[in-house]
T-cell receptor, first 114, second 113 residues
Framework: ETGVTQSPTHLIKTRGQQVTLRCSSQ?????VSWYQQALGQGPQFIFQYYREEENGRGNFPPRFSGLQFPNYSSELNVNALELDDSALYLCASSSQGGRSSPLHFGNGTRLTVT | DAKTTQPNSMESNEEEPVHLPCNHS???????IHWYRQLPSQGPEYVIHGLTSNVNNRMASLAIAEDRKSSTLILHRATLRDAAVYYCILRAPFNTNAGKSTFGDGTTLTVKP
């Protein structure tokens, strides 16, 4: 089975720009969640998508938005980038969004905002 | 959100058992307890999860307190490859913002040869 893949692996952007990060779910998984991980800290939940609908959101402003496609792959979009957005962005898929479903993470996209 | 508390760091000797504690005093009756670990430059890796009963798999064992306010991840024989940051999180029911799994800063496990 194919694991979770994220692209690109690294990205450098300038403050004020927009960025799109991509995630392919593990085969058979219909739920995707996104996390932001600052250096030395644990992942922080951004939002979750189930069957193309957002069904959970953390404490992130509206300039963080997402999409899930019919094949369950997903995108994270960040507008008006700020320096504090520099972080590792992780995507995780699961067979359902529920409590008994393990999260399967990709290796992330390292975003640097200058 | 229900939060978890873990020690910042722990050390172990190779081939000895390791007990990693986690406190989750505000856990609700329907939350599952999940454990993940993260190696440098990688995403977190699922280790084990449980609800009320102790659980075993090929990687580790999970011991859950009777009142469910704490749990312990047990690595039976630590190896150098087990050196990682270990996270304990709670996963809520699907229809209640289930994805909002709150990660703390985890426990950094150092394994000495």
């Amino acid at each position: 089975e194919t694991g979770v893949t994220q692209s690109p692996t690294h990205l450098i952007k300038t403050r004020g720009q927009q960025v799109t990060l991509r995630c392919s779910s593990q085969s058979g998984h219909n739920t995707v969640s996104w996390y932001q991980q600052a250096l030395g800290q644990g992942p922080q939940f951004i939002f979750q998508y189930y069957r193309e609908e957002e069904n959970g959101r953390g404490n992130f402003p509206p300039r963080f938005s997402g999409l899930q496609f019919p094949n369950y792959s997903s995108e994270l979009n960040v507008n008006a980038l700020e320096l504090d957005d520099s972080a590792l962005y992780l995507c995780a898929s699961s067979s359902q969004g529920g409590r008994s479903s393990p999260l399967h993470f990709g290796n992330g996209t390292r975003l640097t905002v200058t | 959100d229900a939060k978890t508390t873990q020690p910042n760091s722990m050390e172990s000797n190779e081939e000895e058992p390791v007990h990693l504690p986690c406190n989750h005093s505000t856990i609700s009756g329907t939350d599952y307890i999940h454990w993940y670990r993260q190696l440098p430059s990688q995403g977190p890796e699922y280790v084990i999860h449980g609800l009320t009963s102790n659980v075993n798999n090929r990687m580790a064992s999970l011991a859950i307190a009777e009142d469910r306010k704490s749990s312990t991840l047990i690595l039976h024989r630590a190896t150098l490859r087990d050196a990682a940051v270990y996270y304990c999180i709670l996963r809520a029911p699907f229809n209640t913002n289930a994805g909002k799994s709150t990660f703390g800063d985890g426990t950094t496990l150092t394994v000495k040869p």
